[in-house]
Protein backbone atom coordinates (compact mmCIF):
# COMPACT_ATOMS: atom_id res chain seq x y z
CA UNK A 1 0.00 0.00 0.00
CA UNK A 2 2.40 2.73 1.03
CA UNK A 3 4.98 1.49 -2.24
CA UNK A 4 1.39 2.52 -4.35
CA UNK A 5 1.58 5.36 -3.21
CA UNK A 6 4.43 6.70 -3.49
CA UNK A 7 4.16 5.68 -7.16
CA UNK A 8 0.88 7.96 -7.08
CA UNK A 9 3.00 10.81 -6.02
CA UNK A 10 5.63 10.22 -7.86
CA UNK A 11 3.41 10.35 -10.88
CA UNK A 12 2.01 13.41 -10.10
CA UNK A 13 5.01 15.38 -9.19
CA UNK A 14 6.36 14.17 -12.74
CA UNK A 15 2.96 15.56 -14.24
CA UNK A 16 3.77 19.12 -12.67
CA UNK A 17 7.05 19.07 -13.79
CA UNK A 18 5.68 18.28 -17.21
CA UNK A 19 3.68 20.57 -17.11
CA UNK A 20 6.00 23.72 -15.66
CA UNK A 21 8.53 22.33 -18.43
CA UNK A 22 5.68 22.77 -20.91
CA UNK A 23 4.69 26.29 -19.55
CA UNK A 24 8.07 27.52 -19.87
CA UNK A 25 8.39 26.13 -23.40
CA UNK A 26 5.40 27.61 -24.72
CA UNK A 27 6.94 31.22 -22.92
CA UNK A 28 10.19 30.68 -24.58
CA UNK A 29 8.80 30.02 -28.03
CA UNK A 30 5.62 32.24 -28.24
CA UNK A 31 7.08 35.23 -26.52
CA UNK A 32 9.45 36.15 -29.29
CA UNK A 33 7.02 34.77 -31.73
CA UNK A 34 4.67 37.93 -29.79
CA UNK A 35 7.82 39.98 -30.25
CA UNK A 36 8.19 38.94 -34.05
CA UNK A 37 4.94 39.63 -34.35
CA UNK A 38 5.33 43.18 -33.42
CA UNK A 39 7.87 44.11 -35.18
CA UNK A 40 6.38 42.92 -38.20
CA UNK A 41 3.27 44.79 -37.92
CA UNK A 42 4.97 47.81 -36.90
CA UNK A 43 7.27 47.71 -39.82
CA UNK A 44 3.73 46.77 -42.35
CA UNK A 45 2.48 50.07 -40.89
CA UNK A 46 5.12 51.96 -41.27
CA UNK A 47 5.83 51.05 -45.10
CA UNK A 48 2.03 52.03 -45.50
CA UNK A 49 2.80 55.31 -43.82
CA UNK A 50 6.69 56.12 -45.74
CA UNK A 51 4.71 55.22 -49.11
CA UNK A 52 1.68 57.73 -48.67
CA UNK A 53 4.14 60.25 -47.45
CA UNK A 54 6.33 59.89 -50.52
CA UNK A 55 3.41 59.88 -53.16
CA UNK A 56 1.70 62.98 -51.15
CA UNK A 57 5.44 65.12 -51.48
CA UNK A 58 5.47 63.94 -54.84
CA UNK A 59 1.89 64.87 -55.84
CA UNK A 60 2.33 68.29 -54.58
CA UNK A 61 5.73 69.35 -56.00
CA UNK A 62 5.37 68.05 -59.32
CA UNK A 63 3.22 70.81 -60.25
CA UNK A 64 5.54 73.25 -60.09
CA UNK A 65 7.63 71.66 -62.98
CA UNK A 66 9.11 72.26 -65.52
CA UNK A 67 11.22 74.32 -64.96
CA UNK A 68 11.06 75.49 -60.71
CA UNK A 69 13.06 72.46 -59.17
CA UNK A 70 13.44 74.95 -56.01
CA UNK A 71 9.41 75.36 -54.91
CA UNK A 72 8.94 71.98 -56.45
CA UNK A 73 11.47 71.06 -53.85
CA UNK A 74 9.86 73.08 -51.01
CA UNK A 75 6.56 71.70 -51.87
CA UNK A 76 7.55 68.52 -51.74
CA UNK A 77 8.95 69.00 -48.39
CA UNK A 78 6.23 70.45 -47.02
CA UNK A 79 3.57 67.67 -47.88
CA UNK A 80 6.19 65.19 -46.39
CA UNK A 81 6.27 67.32 -42.95
CA UNK A 82 2.34 66.84 -42.48
CA UNK A 83 2.60 63.34 -43.46
CA UNK A 84 5.08 63.18 -40.45
CA UNK A 85 8.28 63.28 -42.10
CA UNK A 86 10.89 66.08 -41.81
CA UNK A 87 14.56 65.96 -41.68
CA UNK A 88 14.86 64.59 -38.47
CA UNK A 89 17.70 61.86 -36.63
CA UNK A 90 14.63 59.48 -37.64
CA UNK A 91 13.36 60.49 -41.19
CA UNK A 92 14.93 62.05 -44.22
CA UNK A 93 13.42 62.96 -47.18
CA UNK A 94 15.09 63.62 -50.72
CA UNK A 95 13.71 65.37 -53.60
CA UNK A 96 14.89 65.65 -57.09
CA UNK A 97 13.80 65.35 -60.74
CA UNK A 98 12.70 61.77 -62.63
CA UNK A 99 13.95 60.45 -66.01
CA UNK A 100 11.77 63.85 -67.23
CA UNK A 101 11.85 67.13 -66.82
CA UNK A 102 8.54 66.92 -65.59
CA UNK A 103 8.99 64.13 -63.23
CA UNK A 104 9.40 64.86 -59.59
CA UNK A 105 11.09 61.98 -57.76
CA UNK A 106 10.74 62.09 -54.11
CA UNK A 107 12.28 59.71 -51.36
CA UNK A 108 11.37 58.90 -47.68
CA UNK A 109 12.91 57.44 -45.39
CA UNK A 110 12.13 56.21 -41.77
CA UNK A 111 14.07 54.46 -39.17
CA UNK A 112 12.06 52.76 -36.75
CA UNK A 113 12.89 50.86 -33.32
CA UNK A 114 12.89 47.07 -32.82
CA UNK A 115 11.39 45.38 -29.71
CA UNK A 116 12.70 41.69 -30.28
CA UNK A 117 15.42 42.55 -33.14
CA UNK A 118 17.09 44.11 -30.76
CA UNK A 119 18.25 41.52 -28.92
CA UNK A 120 20.39 39.75 -31.72
CA UNK A 121 21.82 43.51 -32.43
CA UNK A 122 19.36 44.75 -34.75
CA UNK A 123 17.57 47.69 -32.66
CA UNK A 124 16.31 49.94 -35.25
CA UNK A 125 14.89 49.24 -38.98
CA UNK A 126 15.22 52.08 -41.69
CA UNK A 127 12.09 51.48 -44.13
CA UNK A 128 12.67 53.64 -47.70
CA UNK A 129 9.83 54.09 -50.26
CA UNK A 130 9.87 56.08 -53.44
CA UNK A 131 7.47 58.15 -55.48
CA UNK A 132 7.48 59.69 -59.60
CA UNK A 133 4.76 62.00 -60.48
CA UNK A 134 4.44 63.71 -63.68
CA UNK A 135 2.92 67.02 -64.26
CA UNK A 136 1.58 67.57 -67.52
CA UNK A 137 -0.45 70.98 -66.59
CA UNK A 138 -2.54 73.65 -68.38
CA UNK A 139 -1.13 74.37 -71.64
CA UNK A 140 -0.21 78.12 -72.03
CA UNK A 141 -1.89 78.95 -75.82
CA UNK A 142 -0.64 81.77 -77.98
CA UNK A 143 3.01 82.91 -77.16
CA UNK A 144 6.12 81.44 -75.41
CA UNK A 145 7.38 84.86 -75.57
CA UNK A 146 6.60 88.44 -73.17
CA UNK A 147 4.04 89.20 -75.37
CA UNK A 148 0.69 88.46 -76.17
CA UNK A 149 -0.34 89.81 -80.28
CA UNK A 150 1.00 92.00 -82.41
CA UNK A 151 3.47 94.79 -80.86
CA UNK A 152 3.39 98.38 -81.99
CA UNK A 153 5.74 100.68 -81.32
CA UNK A 154 5.41 103.40 -78.22
CA UNK A 155 5.72 106.92 -78.13
CA UNK A 156 7.81 109.13 -76.51
CA UNK A 157 4.81 110.28 -74.34
CA UNK A 158 4.06 106.77 -73.44
CA UNK A 159 7.35 105.02 -73.03
CA UNK A 160 9.56 102.65 -73.78
CA UNK A 161 9.48 103.72 -77.31
CA UNK A 162 11.46 100.07 -78.78
CA UNK A 163 10.04 96.78 -78.84
CA UNK A 164 9.89 94.97 -75.41
CA UNK A 165 9.58 91.89 -77.22
CA UNK A 166 12.22 89.30 -75.56
CA UNK A 167 12.64 85.15 -76.98
CA UNK A 168 13.84 82.97 -74.72
CA UNK A 169 15.87 80.15 -76.48
CA UNK A 170 14.05 77.92 -79.25
CA UNK A 171 11.42 80.30 -79.25
CA UNK A 172 10.32 81.77 -82.62
CA UNK A 173 8.38 85.56 -81.62
CA UNK A 174 7.68 87.87 -84.27
CA UNK A 175 6.34 91.41 -83.47
CA UNK A 176 4.01 90.77 -85.80
CA UNK A 177 2.97 87.06 -85.28
CA UNK A 178 -1.08 88.87 -86.85
CA UNK A 179 -3.65 88.45 -84.33
CA UNK A 180 -4.51 90.60 -81.27
CA UNK A 181 -6.22 89.26 -78.06
CA UNK A 182 -10.03 89.93 -78.09
CA UNK A 183 -12.89 90.64 -75.70
CA UNK A 184 -16.23 91.02 -76.65
CA UNK A 185 -18.97 92.48 -75.02
CA UNK A 186 -21.56 90.20 -72.78
CA UNK A 187 -24.44 91.58 -75.77
CA UNK A 188 -22.49 90.55 -78.87
CA UNK A 189 -24.33 87.20 -80.33
CA UNK A 190 -22.16 84.33 -80.21
CA UNK A 191 -21.92 83.65 -84.29
CA UNK A 192 -19.23 87.17 -84.28
CA UNK A 193 -16.32 84.36 -82.89
CA UNK A 194 -16.20 84.78 -79.40
CA UNK A 195 -17.28 81.63 -77.74
CA UNK A 196 -16.71 82.36 -73.86
CA UNK A 197 -17.51 85.89 -73.68
CA UNK A 198 -21.04 86.43 -75.08
CA UNK A 199 -24.74 86.01 -73.31
CA UNK A 200 -26.61 85.05 -76.59
CA UNK A 201 -26.39 83.18 -79.92
CA UNK A 202 -28.04 84.56 -82.99
CA UNK A 203 -28.95 81.11 -84.18
CA UNK A 204 -27.62 78.19 -85.40
CA UNK A 205 -24.05 78.21 -83.43
CA UNK A 206 -22.63 75.59 -81.61
CA UNK A 207 -23.48 75.13 -77.93
CA UNK A 208 -26.49 77.27 -78.40
CA UNK A 209 -30.04 76.32 -76.46
CA UNK A 210 -33.90 76.41 -77.53
CA UNK A 211 -33.86 79.94 -75.97
CA UNK A 212 -30.67 81.24 -78.44
CA UNK A 213 -28.77 81.52 -75.30
CA UNK A 214 -24.55 80.68 -75.35
CA UNK A 215 -24.54 77.40 -73.17
CA UNK A 216 -20.34 78.13 -73.34
CA UNK A 217 -20.90 82.04 -72.08
CA UNK A 218 -18.58 82.27 -69.23
CA UNK A 219 -18.95 85.44 -66.97
CA UNK A 220 -15.22 85.16 -65.41
CA UNK A 221 -14.13 86.07 -68.94
CA UNK A 222 -10.26 85.63 -70.61
CA UNK A 223 -7.49 84.87 -68.49
CA UNK A 224 -3.95 85.29 -69.92
CA UNK A 225 -0.79 83.91 -68.08
CA UNK A 226 1.64 85.83 -67.05
CA UNK A 227 4.54 83.28 -66.18
CA UNK A 228 7.40 84.70 -63.92
CA UNK A 229 10.72 82.44 -64.04
CA UNK A 230 12.94 82.36 -61.13
CA UNK A 231 15.34 85.19 -62.12
CA UNK A 232 12.73 87.63 -62.58
CA UNK A 233 11.43 87.07 -58.63
CA UNK A 234 12.61 90.76 -56.95
CA UNK A 235 13.38 92.46 -60.05
CA UNK A 236 10.22 95.01 -61.19
CA UNK A 237 7.74 93.73 -63.94
CA UNK A 238 5.39 96.22 -65.75
CA UNK A 239 2.46 94.38 -67.34
CA UNK A 240 1.13 97.14 -70.67
CA UNK A 241 -1.94 96.78 -72.55
CA UNK A 242 -1.87 98.31 -75.82
CA UNK A 243 -5.13 100.23 -76.93
CA UNK A 244 -7.46 98.61 -73.31
CA UNK A 245 -10.40 100.73 -74.31
CA UNK A 246 -13.17 100.11 -77.09
CA UNK A 247 -12.89 103.00 -79.39
CA UNK A 248 -14.33 102.63 -82.93
CA UNK A 249 -12.41 102.73 -85.69
CA UNK A 250 -13.79 99.57 -87.37
CA UNK A 251 -12.49 96.11 -88.19
CA UNK A 252 -9.37 97.57 -90.49
CA UNK A 253 -9.03 101.27 -89.44
CA UNK A 254 -11.38 102.43 -92.22
CA UNK A 255 -13.26 104.40 -89.38
CA UNK A 256 -9.84 105.76 -88.08
CA UNK A 257 -9.68 109.54 -87.19
CA UNK A 258 -6.76 110.92 -89.44
CA UNK A 259 -6.85 110.95 -92.71
CA UNK A 260 -6.38 108.12 -95.22
CA UNK A 261 -2.98 107.85 -97.22
CA UNK A 262 -2.62 109.84 -100.13
CA UNK A 263 -5.52 111.92 -99.83
CA UNK A 264 -5.38 115.90 -99.26
CA UNK A 265 -4.95 116.53 -95.51
CA UNK A 266 -5.74 119.70 -93.30
CA UNK A 267 -1.44 120.77 -92.75
CA UNK A 268 -2.55 121.68 -89.12
CA UNK A 269 -2.63 118.00 -89.07
CA UNK A 270 0.87 117.31 -88.04
CA UNK A 271 2.36 114.36 -86.64
CA UNK A 272 1.90 116.39 -83.00
CA UNK A 273 -1.16 116.35 -81.84
CA UNK A 274 -0.65 115.62 -78.86
CA UNK A 275 1.86 115.32 -75.56
CA UNK A 276 1.71 111.35 -76.24
CA UNK A 277 1.99 111.23 -80.31
CA UNK A 278 4.57 113.99 -81.12
CA UNK A 279 6.20 112.03 -84.00
CA UNK A 280 4.22 109.78 -85.65
CA UNK A 281 0.14 110.70 -85.17
CA UNK A 282 -0.59 110.67 -89.09
CA UNK A 283 0.59 107.51 -89.18
CA UNK A 284 -0.66 106.03 -85.76
CA UNK A 285 -4.57 107.72 -86.40
CA UNK A 286 -4.64 106.68 -90.18
CA UNK A 287 -7.46 106.13 -91.83
CA UNK A 288 -7.26 102.97 -94.10
CA UNK A 289 -8.71 101.80 -97.94
CA UNK A 290 -10.02 98.87 -98.59
CA UNK A 291 -9.80 97.37 -101.92
CA UNK A 292 -12.35 95.61 -103.98
CA UNK A 293 -11.97 92.88 -101.78
CA UNK A 294 -12.51 94.45 -98.73
CA UNK A 295 -8.92 94.43 -97.95
CA UNK A 296 -7.20 97.40 -96.25
CA UNK A 297 -4.59 98.63 -98.71
CA UNK A 298 -2.77 100.62 -96.33
CA UNK A 299 -3.16 98.89 -92.97
CA UNK A 300 -0.41 100.33 -90.32
CA UNK A 301 1.02 98.61 -87.27
CA UNK A 302 -1.01 100.18 -85.14
CA UNK A 303 -4.27 99.37 -86.41
CA UNK A 304 -5.75 97.18 -84.13
CA UNK A 305 -9.94 96.79 -85.38
CA UNK A 306 -12.26 97.95 -82.32
CA UNK A 307 -16.08 97.57 -84.11
CA UNK A 308 -19.40 98.04 -83.60
CA UNK A 309 -21.22 94.63 -84.44
CA UNK A 310 -24.43 95.85 -84.90
CA UNK A 311 -25.14 99.99 -85.65
CA UNK A 312 -22.42 101.74 -84.36
CA UNK A 313 -24.19 105.01 -83.28
CA UNK A 314 -26.76 103.00 -81.16
CA UNK A 315 -24.20 100.54 -79.87
CA UNK A 316 -23.58 100.28 -76.23
CA UNK A 317 -19.39 100.07 -75.97
CA UNK A 318 -18.20 97.50 -73.86
CA UNK A 319 -16.43 98.34 -71.10
CA UNK A 320 -13.27 96.37 -70.55
CA UNK A 321 -11.97 95.41 -67.12
CA UNK A 322 -8.58 94.01 -65.83
CA UNK A 323 -7.16 92.83 -62.72
CA UNK A 324 -4.27 90.35 -61.56
CA UNK A 325 -4.13 87.54 -59.77
CA UNK A 326 -1.57 85.74 -57.53
CA UNK A 327 -0.36 82.11 -58.11
CA UNK A 328 -2.05 79.29 -56.96
CA UNK A 329 -0.65 75.75 -56.20
CA UNK A 330 -4.58 74.91 -57.79
CA UNK A 331 -3.53 76.13 -60.94
CA UNK A 332 -6.71 77.64 -61.06
CA UNK A 333 -7.05 80.92 -61.98
CA UNK A 334 -10.47 81.47 -60.72
CA UNK A 335 -9.82 80.52 -56.89
CA UNK A 336 -6.59 82.31 -57.26
CA UNK A 337 -5.96 85.23 -55.03
CA UNK A 338 -5.66 88.75 -55.91
CA UNK A 339 -2.16 90.00 -56.14
CA UNK A 340 -1.60 92.86 -53.60
CA UNK A 341 0.03 94.91 -55.51
CA UNK A 342 -2.12 95.77 -58.84
CA UNK A 343 -5.77 97.01 -58.12
CA UNK A 344 -8.18 96.15 -60.93
CA UNK A 345 -8.91 98.77 -63.62
CA UNK A 346 -11.82 99.02 -66.12
CA UNK A 347 -11.85 101.20 -68.99
CA UNK A 348 -14.83 102.73 -70.95
CA UNK A 349 -15.53 101.95 -74.37
CA UNK A 350 -16.07 105.17 -76.43
CA UNK A 351 -18.45 105.48 -80.08
CA UNK A 352 -17.22 106.16 -83.43
CA UNK A 353 -18.18 110.36 -82.54
CA UNK A 354 -16.09 110.87 -79.81
CA UNK A 355 -13.08 109.41 -81.83
CA UNK A 356 -12.67 112.20 -84.25
CA UNK A 357 -9.66 114.45 -84.72
CA UNK A 358 -10.55 117.21 -82.84
CA UNK A 359 -10.56 114.48 -79.82
CA UNK A 360 -7.23 114.20 -80.34
CA UNK A 361 -5.46 117.41 -80.76
CA UNK A 362 -4.25 119.11 -77.60
CA UNK A 363 -4.14 122.16 -78.89
CA UNK A 364 -6.03 124.77 -81.24
CA UNK A 365 -2.60 124.03 -83.70
CA UNK A 366 -1.15 120.78 -82.94
CA UNK A 367 1.78 121.11 -80.88
CA UNK A 368 1.68 124.76 -80.40
CA UNK A 369 1.10 125.55 -76.85
CA UNK A 370 0.78 129.00 -77.25
CA UNK A 371 -2.27 128.59 -80.24
CA UNK A 372 -4.53 127.39 -77.09
CA UNK A 373 -5.96 124.59 -75.65
CA UNK A 374 -8.36 122.58 -78.18
CA UNK A 375 -11.73 122.45 -76.29
CA UNK A 376 -12.63 119.36 -77.53
CA UNK A 377 -9.27 117.30 -76.63
CA UNK A 378 -9.76 114.29 -74.84
CA UNK A 379 -6.62 113.85 -72.55
CA UNK A 380 -8.24 110.22 -71.06
CA UNK A 381 -8.62 109.10 -74.38
CA UNK A 382 -5.55 110.27 -76.11
CA UNK A 383 -3.89 108.71 -73.88
CA UNK A 384 -5.28 104.69 -74.27
CA UNK A 385 -6.31 105.52 -78.03
CA UNK A 386 -3.71 103.39 -80.19
CA UNK A 387 -0.98 103.66 -77.34
CA UNK A 388 0.56 101.11 -75.06
CA UNK A 389 -0.51 101.82 -71.06
CA UNK A 390 1.00 100.52 -67.90
CA UNK A 391 -1.60 98.54 -66.36
CA UNK A 392 0.54 97.65 -63.42
CA UNK A 393 3.81 97.87 -62.42
CA UNK A 394 4.77 95.94 -59.59
CA UNK A 395 7.94 93.67 -58.12
CA UNK A 396 6.82 89.89 -58.24
CA UNK A 397 7.75 87.75 -54.16
CA UNK A 398 7.47 84.54 -56.14
CA UNK A 399 7.86 82.55 -59.08
CA UNK A 400 4.74 81.19 -61.07
CA UNK A 401 2.08 81.64 -62.76
CA UNK A 402 0.09 84.98 -62.59
CA UNK A 403 -3.33 85.57 -64.45
CA UNK A 404 -4.48 88.57 -65.94
CA UNK A 405 -7.97 88.41 -66.11
CA UNK A 406 -10.24 90.22 -68.42
CA UNK A 407 -13.63 90.38 -68.64
CA UNK A 408 -16.62 93.12 -70.37
CA UNK A 409 -19.05 91.89 -67.82
CA UNK A 410 -18.74 94.18 -64.96
CA UNK A 411 -20.58 97.68 -64.26
CA UNK A 412 -18.36 100.82 -63.87
CA UNK A 413 -17.20 101.17 -60.03
CA UNK A 414 -14.04 102.06 -58.28
CA UNK A 415 -12.22 105.64 -58.58
CA UNK A 416 -12.69 107.82 -61.55
CA UNK A 417 -8.79 108.52 -63.31
CA UNK A 418 -6.40 105.90 -61.47
CA UNK A 419 -3.19 105.96 -59.69
CA UNK A 420 -1.67 106.46 -64.02
CA UNK A 421 -4.03 109.05 -64.67
CA UNK A 422 -4.94 107.29 -66.86
CA UNK A 423 -8.91 106.83 -68.75
CA UNK A 424 -10.12 104.50 -66.66
CA UNK A 425 -11.88 103.81 -63.00
CA UNK A 426 -9.11 102.16 -60.34
CA UNK A 427 -9.73 99.69 -57.46
CA UNK A 428 -13.59 98.73 -58.80
CA UNK A 429 -13.17 94.98 -56.80
CA UNK A 430 -16.20 93.51 -58.14
CA UNK A 431 -13.54 92.92 -61.20
CA UNK A 432 -12.19 89.94 -58.93
CA UNK A 433 -15.48 89.16 -56.40
CA UNK A 434 -18.12 88.80 -59.07
CA UNK A 435 -18.29 84.94 -59.15
CA UNK A 436 -21.52 85.57 -61.95
CA UNK A 437 -22.89 87.84 -64.66
CA UNK A 438 -24.41 91.10 -64.22
CA UNK A 439 -26.90 91.65 -66.61
CA UNK A 440 -27.45 95.41 -66.59
CA UNK A 441 -24.25 95.70 -68.49
CA UNK A 442 -24.84 95.72 -71.75
CA UNK A 443 -22.03 96.28 -74.23
CA UNK A 444 -22.14 94.99 -78.03
CA UNK A 445 -18.71 95.90 -79.25
CA UNK A 446 -15.91 94.07 -79.85
CA UNK A 447 -12.60 95.50 -78.16
CA UNK A 448 -9.20 94.35 -79.52
CA UNK A 449 -5.50 94.93 -77.27
CA UNK A 450 -2.60 93.60 -76.82
CA UNK A 451 -0.20 92.23 -73.85
CA UNK A 452 3.40 92.93 -72.97
CA UNK A 453 5.37 92.48 -69.53
CA UNK A 454 8.40 93.99 -69.36
CA UNK A 455 11.24 93.20 -67.09
CA UNK A 456 14.76 93.94 -66.79
CA UNK A 457 15.35 89.95 -66.64
CA UNK A 458 14.89 89.41 -70.42
CA UNK A 459 13.85 85.84 -71.20
CA UNK A 460 12.17 84.82 -67.80
CA UNK A 461 9.00 86.11 -68.12
CA UNK A 462 6.19 84.65 -70.37
CA UNK A 463 2.58 85.70 -71.90
CA UNK A 464 0.00 83.13 -72.87
CA UNK A 465 -3.65 82.14 -72.98
CA UNK A 466 -4.70 80.38 -70.46
CA UNK A 467 -6.87 77.21 -71.54
CA UNK A 468 -8.66 78.82 -73.86
CA UNK A 469 -7.50 82.46 -76.40
CA UNK A 470 -10.04 84.28 -77.97
CA UNK A 471 -8.49 86.46 -80.73
CA UNK A 472 -8.45 89.09 -83.47
CA UNK A 473 -6.46 87.79 -86.99
CA UNK A 474 -6.30 91.31 -88.83
CA UNK A 475 -3.49 90.29 -90.91
CA UNK A 476 -2.74 92.20 -94.77
CA UNK A 477 -1.41 88.91 -95.89
CA UNK A 478 -2.89 85.27 -97.05
CA UNK A 479 -1.41 83.22 -94.87
CA UNK A 480 -0.63 83.10 -90.79
CA UNK A 481 1.61 81.11 -88.81
CA UNK A 482 1.42 81.43 -85.06
CA UNK A 483 2.02 79.62 -81.48
CA UNK A 484 -0.59 77.50 -80.76
CA UNK A 485 -0.05 75.57 -78.16
CA UNK A 486 2.78 74.38 -75.54
CA UNK A 487 3.01 70.33 -75.51
CA UNK A 488 5.70 68.91 -73.01
CA UNK A 489 7.30 65.28 -73.33
CA UNK A 490 5.22 64.34 -70.16
CA UNK A 491 1.73 64.40 -73.01
CA UNK A 492 4.17 61.24 -74.83
CA UNK A 493 1.56 58.81 -75.56
CA UNK A 494 -1.64 60.96 -74.93
CA UNK A 495 -3.60 62.82 -77.62
CA UNK A 496 -3.91 66.75 -77.73
CA UNK A 497 -7.27 67.66 -77.95
CA UNK A 498 -7.94 71.02 -80.19
CA UNK A 499 -10.55 73.19 -80.83
CA UNK A 500 -11.35 76.36 -82.46
CA UNK A 501 -14.40 77.88 -83.04
CA UNK A 502 -15.97 80.20 -85.90
CA UNK A 503 -12.70 79.77 -88.28
CA UNK A 504 -14.51 80.29 -91.54
CA UNK A 505 -15.76 83.48 -92.00
CA UNK A 506 -13.73 84.08 -95.14
CA UNK A 507 -15.62 83.85 -98.76
CA UNK A 508 -12.88 81.59 -100.55
CA UNK A 509 -11.93 77.70 -98.85
CA UNK A 510 -9.52 77.87 -96.25
CA UNK A 511 -6.64 75.78 -95.02
CA UNK A 512 -5.92 74.90 -91.71
CA UNK A 513 -2.72 73.08 -90.41
CA UNK A 514 -1.08 71.93 -87.47
CA UNK A 515 2.31 71.71 -87.21
CA UNK A 516 4.75 70.59 -84.50
CA UNK A 517 7.83 72.23 -82.60
CA UNK A 518 10.12 73.37 -84.64
CA UNK A 519 13.02 71.60 -82.84
CA UNK A 520 10.87 67.83 -82.70
CA UNK A 521 11.64 65.52 -84.96
CA UNK A 522 8.45 63.78 -85.26
CA UNK A 523 5.94 63.86 -87.82
CA UNK A 524 2.35 64.02 -87.10
CA UNK A 525 -0.16 61.01 -87.95
CA UNK A 526 -3.48 59.62 -87.16
CA UNK A 527 -4.62 63.22 -86.82
CA UNK A 528 -8.95 63.08 -86.85
CA UNK A 529 -11.13 65.74 -86.95
CA UNK A 530 -14.59 66.36 -85.94
CA UNK A 531 -17.20 68.64 -87.35
CA UNK A 532 -17.73 71.54 -88.10
CA UNK A 533 -20.29 71.29 -85.64
CA UNK A 534 -23.48 71.42 -85.34
CA UNK A 535 -23.85 71.14 -88.81
CA UNK A 536 -21.36 68.38 -89.56
CA UNK A 537 -20.71 65.44 -86.31
CA UNK A 538 -18.72 62.63 -87.92
CA UNK A 539 -15.53 62.23 -87.21
CA UNK A 540 -12.88 62.00 -90.78
CA UNK A 541 -8.88 61.48 -90.52
CA UNK A 542 -7.17 64.51 -91.35
CA UNK A 543 -3.49 63.70 -93.99
CA UNK A 544 -0.69 65.98 -92.23
CA UNK A 545 -3.18 66.91 -89.57
CA UNK A 546 -4.88 69.42 -92.00
CA UNK A 547 -8.02 70.76 -92.50
CA UNK A 548 -9.48 71.67 -96.03
CA UNK A 549 -12.36 73.92 -97.38
CA UNK A 550 -13.03 76.62 -94.26
CA UNK A 551 -15.48 78.85 -95.67
CA UNK A 552 -18.55 81.00 -94.37
CA UNK A 553 -20.88 79.35 -97.06
CA UNK A 554 -20.18 75.28 -96.38
CA UNK A 555 -21.24 75.34 -92.53
CA UNK A 556 -18.42 77.23 -90.92
CA UNK A 557 -19.78 80.40 -89.38
CA UNK A 558 -19.93 79.87 -85.93
CA UNK A 559 -19.20 76.44 -85.61
CA UNK A 560 -16.75 74.06 -83.70
CA UNK A 561 -14.14 72.33 -85.31
CA UNK A 562 -12.22 69.66 -83.28
CA UNK A 563 -9.19 67.75 -83.89
CA UNK A 564 -7.07 64.78 -82.30
CA UNK A 565 -3.65 65.00 -82.10
CA UNK A 566 -2.21 61.88 -81.27
CA UNK A 567 1.53 62.47 -79.34
CA UNK A 568 3.62 59.54 -80.28
CA UNK A 569 5.52 57.95 -77.34
CA UNK A 570 9.07 58.80 -78.48
CA UNK A 571 7.82 62.32 -78.37
CA UNK A 572 10.45 65.03 -77.20
CA UNK A 573 11.17 68.65 -77.50
CA UNK A 574 13.38 71.19 -75.45
CA UNK A 575 10.77 71.55 -72.05
CA UNK A 576 13.63 73.19 -69.93
CA UNK A 577 13.42 76.47 -72.30
CA UNK A 578 9.94 78.07 -72.24
CA UNK A 579 10.52 78.67 -75.81
CA UNK A 580 10.34 75.19 -76.55
CA UNK A 581 8.00 72.38 -77.25
CA UNK A 582 5.13 74.57 -79.11
CA UNK A 583 2.92 73.16 -81.41
CA UNK A 584 2.16 75.58 -84.73
CA UNK A 585 -1.19 76.38 -87.03
CA UNK A 586 -0.81 77.76 -90.15
CA UNK A 587 -4.39 79.23 -91.55
CA UNK A 588 -4.52 80.00 -94.95
CA UNK A 589 -7.16 81.37 -96.85
CA UNK A 590 -5.99 81.41 -100.59
CA UNK A 591 -4.72 83.97 -103.02
CA UNK A 592 -6.83 86.88 -102.72
CA UNK A 593 -8.24 86.87 -99.01
CA UNK A 594 -6.59 88.05 -95.78
CA UNK A 595 -7.47 87.28 -92.58
CA UNK A 596 -9.93 89.00 -90.61
CA UNK A 597 -11.92 86.79 -88.32
CA UNK A 598 -12.71 86.79 -84.44
CA UNK A 599 -11.77 83.08 -83.48
CA UNK A 600 -11.91 81.17 -80.15
CA UNK A 601 -8.98 78.29 -80.08
CA UNK A 602 -9.40 75.70 -76.95
CA UNK A 603 -6.59 73.24 -76.12
CA UNK A 604 -6.11 69.97 -73.59
CA UNK A 605 -4.22 66.84 -73.30
CA UNK A 606 -6.46 64.12 -72.33
CA UNK A 607 -6.04 61.97 -69.44
CA UNK A 608 -5.26 62.98 -65.84
CA UNK A 609 -2.86 66.24 -65.03
CA UNK A 610 -1.19 64.79 -62.51
CA UNK A 611 -0.33 60.84 -62.03
CA UNK A 612 1.91 58.67 -60.13
CA UNK A 613 3.88 56.94 -62.42
CA UNK A 614 6.38 54.78 -60.52
Known amino acids: ?38 DVARMYIEVGRVQTAADAAALAGVTYLPGDLPDATTAAFAAAAKN ?32 FASTFGQPATTITRSSVADYNGPAPMGSPCNTFGNEPDGTPGAPPVASQ ?44 DSSKNNTDFDPAGEFYVVHVGTAAVG ?61 PV ?50 PGYRASSVTVKHLRQYTKPGVPSSGANGSYLPQLAQVFHQWVTFC ?14 RSDVAMGGTKEGAFGGAWNYGNQSVLTQSGDDTSVKGDTSNVFAIRANS ?77 QPAVTSTTSLNSCQVTGIKSTSGWNGALETIHVPIPIGYTCTSTSSGGCWFRVNVNFGANVAVHDTTTWTALIQGDPVRLIQ
Open 1 to 38: MRTHLRRRLARRDEAGIAALLVAFFTIALFLPLASISV
Open 84 to 115: GYSQSATSHVTVGLGARPTQLKVTVSSTIPNT
Open 165 to 208: LSVPPGATCPRTPGFWANIEGPAVTKTQGDRYDTRKCAGGEYGC
Open 235 to 295: SLLTIQLYDPEYAYTNTQCDGAPAPAAGTTADPALADNWNSLATTDALTRYRKTTLDSYGN
Open 298 to 347: NLTQFCAGDAAVGTESTSVPTITSVALRAPTDTYNPKVAPAEPQCQPVQY
Open 393 to 406: AFTPTTAGDYYLQV
Open 456 to 532: AQAGSVSVAGWDHMTIWANGAGTSTTFNLVRVIPAAAGQTLVLSFFDVGDAADGGTLTILPPTESTIALGGCTGTGP
